[in-house]
């Protein structure tokens, strides 16, 4: 049997919660760190194989 290396891209959507005083300000808030907030949800909605590549007996791409 053989072994491939598939190189995949995904396309992620999330959910987090921002304090702020308007939507205009949550927005900024978010675009200025979107790491400082927890993820309340996220889920995958599309994904596709981007590359594959055989490997050889020592595991390195051919």
């Known amino acids: 049997m053989k072994s491939y290396l598939i190189e995949c891209a995904e396309i992620n959507y999330f959910t987090i919660e921002v304090d702020a005083e308007d939507e205009n300000q949550a927005r900024d808030l978010a675009k200025e760190n979107i790491n400082n907030f927890e993820v309340i949800d996220e889920w995958v909605s ?6 594959i590549k055989e ?8």
């Open 46 to 51: 599309e994904w596709d194989i981007n590359d």
């Open 55 to 62: 490997l050889d007996e020592d595991g390195c791409a051919i």
